[in-house]
C-alpha cells in the first residue's frame, strides 16, 4: 500500500489544527479515479480554509486545496485510463472531500478535466481556479454582448490571481483593460499583462450611489461589497458585471437603478459546482486564448511546504499573481 505526504486539517476543543502526515491510499475518500499529484496552488479560498477565517472546511479531518493537477494512478472508469494527465477544480475540494495538498487523491471521474495538450501541469495550476475564474467571467462576458469593441472593461482585485489572469485574457482578445488596485505600486506589473489604464481602488471604495457617470462597458469583480455596488452604477447602458468574488465583503449596497435603467446585467459565476461543460470549455480557451509568457511573468513557484506560511499573505494582499505548488 503506497504512502504519501498530505497537509491534514484536523478540529478538537482547542480550534483547527494543521500538520503535514503521512497517510496511505487506504485512507483516501472515496471515488473511481486515483490521481497522483505533481502540482497544485493557493486562491483566496485557500487563504480562508489554512487560517480558519472562514468556515470554508465542513468536514473533518480534512485536507485542504481546491485545486489539483497529476496523473491518473488508477481509474475504475472507463472515462480514463492510467497515465493520463488531469486537472481538478472545485468541487468540494478542500471542504467536503480530501483536496490538493496532498501527494494523492481519490476523486469522481465526472470532476476531473484531461489537461489541455497546450499547458504543462505546472501551468495548469498557475491558472488553477483563480483563472478558470477568470475566463468563466470573460465568457460571460462575451455571452452578453461584451465584446472588445463595445468599451473599456474594468477588472477590480486586479494584482491578484483572478485579476491578473482576467487582464491577460481581456489583452489578449482585444479589450482595452482598466486595473483597479489597491497596490498602485503594482502598475507596472499590470500594464505588462496588458492594462491600458491602473485606478487606485479608493476611486471605487467611497458610498455608493444609485447611478454614477458611465465609465466602462463590462467588469470583472473580485471584490463584491461596496465595489461592486459602485462598479454597477458606472457601467455603460446594456453593459454587463461577472461577478466572482468577496475579498471586500459578502454584502451589495447596491441600487436597483443600474438594472431597471441603465439595463446593465450582474452574472454570477460560480466555479466550484459549474457543469463539466461549462470547465472543458473554460480550459479549452484558456489553453488557446491565455499568453504563456504573461502567465510565467505573474507566477511563482514554491514548495506545498511553505502553504501555511502564504495563507495569511493572500489574505492580507501581500500576493501577486499566482503560486504554482508543487508536491514532490
Known sequence: MQRFKALLATRADAGQSIAWTELAESDLMEGDVTVRVSHSTINYKDGLALTGKAP????????????????VAASGSPEFKAGEEVVVNGWGLGETHYGGYAQMARVKADWLVRKPAELTPAETMAIGTAGYTAMLCVLALERHGVGPKSGPVLVTGAAGGVGSVAIALLAKLGYQVTASTGRTTEAD??????????????ELAGKPRPLNRERWAGAIDAVGS?????????????????????????????????FILRGVTLAGIDSVMAPKAARVEAWSRLARDLDRARLAA????????????????ILAGKVRGRIVLTLN
Open 56 to 71: 470554508v472546511i465542513r468536514r473533518w479531518p480534512m485536507i485542504p486545496g481546491i485545486d489539483l493537477a497529476g496523473t
Open 189 to 202: 506589473y499590470l500594464k505588462g499583462l496588458g492594462a491600458a489604464e491602473v485606478i487606485d481602488r479608493a
Open 226 to 258: 461596496a465595489t461592486l455596488a459602485n462598479v454597477l452604477s458606472m457601467i455603460r447602458y446594456g453593459g454587463t458585471v461577472a461577478a466572482c468574488g468577496l475579498a471586500g465583503g459578502m454584502d451589495l449596497p447596491a441600487s436597483v437603478a443600474p
Open 298 to 313: 505573474m507566477t511563482e513557484t514554491r514548495p506545498a511546504s511553505d502553504v501555511m506560511a502564504l495563507a495569511p499573505d
